[in-house]
């Protein structure tokens, strides 16, 4: 079992930054990918970013060229730094990883809101 704990979330301006967080603790050498989803009001989950265990990432077109994903192994850290945040980018942010038997695992969300 992997437990994931997200934090960093907030209300920020149009054009600002946050930087999300999400803690892994548990069965973490079973680790192998790591990301973010986010889901706005009325729509579905999507995928933001994800990084794979030799960190090779992967972004959504929409956050390309704004959001950054990076792991810190020795932590069981994922972290994603969103600049250039856009009204549209408000939603539920969600950690996932995913261990070696192919298992997803979910943290709680945090609240990213972006004032326009």
């Known amino acids: 079992q992997v437990h994931l704990v997200e934090s960093g979330g907030g209300l920020v301006q149009a054009g600002g930054s946050l930087r999300l967080s999400c803690a892994a603790s548990?069965?973490?050498?079973?680790?192998?990918?790591m990301g973010w989803y986010r889901q706005a009001p009325g729509k579905q989950r999507e995928l933001v970013a994800r990084?794979?265990?030799?960190?090779?990432?992967n972004y959504a077109d929409s956050v390309k060229g704004r959001f950054t994903i990076s792991r810190d192994n020795a932590k069981n850290t994922v972290y994603l730094q969103m600049n250039s945040l856009k009204a549209e980018d408000t939603a539920v942010y969600y950690c996932?990883?995913?261990?070696?038997?192919?298992?997803?695992?979910w943290g709680q969300g945090t609240q990213v809101t972006v004032s326009s």
């Open positions: 548990g069965s973490t050498l079973s680790i192998t990918a």
């Open positions: 996932t990883t995913t261990d070696w038997n192919s298992r997803d695992y």
């Open positions: 990084i794979n265990s030799r960190s090779s990432t």
